[in-house]
């Protein structure tokens, strides 16, 4: 079956470092979407990413979506502390359902 | 702020009881959705209604009961669950399309003792 996977896992940074997190799919993607979920809380929409090669910005936050439509990125530039939380990317593949990556939880020293 | 609300909040049990619960939203959206998360993992799928139709059951046990009323609402029936059944419950809807940008409630965090 489709399987999204993300990496790290854990990351943890001074306050002001940049962070990224990476998703890879096994099979090709007809969107990806990333959501935030704060401790305690629970997920919150970012954004969808549709076109292969489409990077789009929401202020610090950089999203990115391969050639091949089968990765992914999201890039923080210059974290603050109310970026901590866990980053999910979900794929989906047609009109499948989504597919979440395993998250990558980001802790911030600040 | 969430325009996706889940009661109880919290939520304890035992395992003969039988319990339900509820999820509200009124965006318009028609698809809905239950999922289980545990701790420090993703939101794992079990449920989607399409139109207050049942369209995906990822092979959920028979003691998660599933049901749609109507556009607005979805309800989860519990019965005889197990302790490893403990988890955030939570519920989301989309526009209308499956798989399309979901909104999330808080969740209900349930605990079977």
């Known amino acids: 079956g489709q399987q999204v996977m993300q990496i790290p896992q854990y990351q943890h940074v001074q306050e002001g470092e940049d962070f990224t997190t990476y998703c890879n799919s096994s099979?090709?993607?007809?969107?990806i979407q990333w959501y935030k979920q704060r401790p305690g809380g629970h997920p919150v929409f970012l954004i969808q990413?549709?076109?292969?090669?489409e990077v789009k910005k929401q202020k610090r936050l950089t999203f990115q979506f391969g050639e091949a439509k089968k990765n992914s990125s999201l890039h923080i530039t210059a974290t603050q502390t109310t970026d901590v939380g866990t980053y999910f990317c979900?794929?989906?593949?047609?009109?499948?359902?989504?597919?979440f990556g395993q998250g990558t939880r980001l802790t911030i020293n600040p | 702020d969430t325009e996706v609300t889940q009661t109880p909040k919290h939520l304890v049990m035992g395992m003969t009881n039988k319990k339900s619960l509820k999820c509200e939203q009124h965006?318009?959206?028609?698809?809905m959705y239950w999922y289980k998360q545990k701790a420090k993992k993703p939101p794992e799928l079990m449920f989607v209604?399409?139109?207050?139709?049942?369209?995906i059951n990822e092979s959920v046990p028979s003691r998660f009961s599933p049901e749609c009323p109507n556009s607005s609402l979805l309800n989860l029936h519990l019965h005889a669950l197990q302790p490893e059944d403990s988890a955030l419950y939570l519920c989301?809807?989309?526009?209308?399309?499956?798989?399309?940008?979901?909104?999330f409630g808080d969740g209900t965090r349930l605990s079977i003792l």
């Open positions: 989301a809807s989309s526009q209308a399309r499956v798989g399309q940008p979901q909104h």
């Open positions: 099979t090709t993607l007809s969107n």
């Open positions: 990413l549709v076109k292969s090669g």
């Open positions: 979900a794929g989906q593949r047609g009109a499948q359902k989504l597919v």
């Open positions: 965006m318009g959206h028609r698809a």
């Open positions: 209604y399409s139109y207050e139709k049942l369209s």
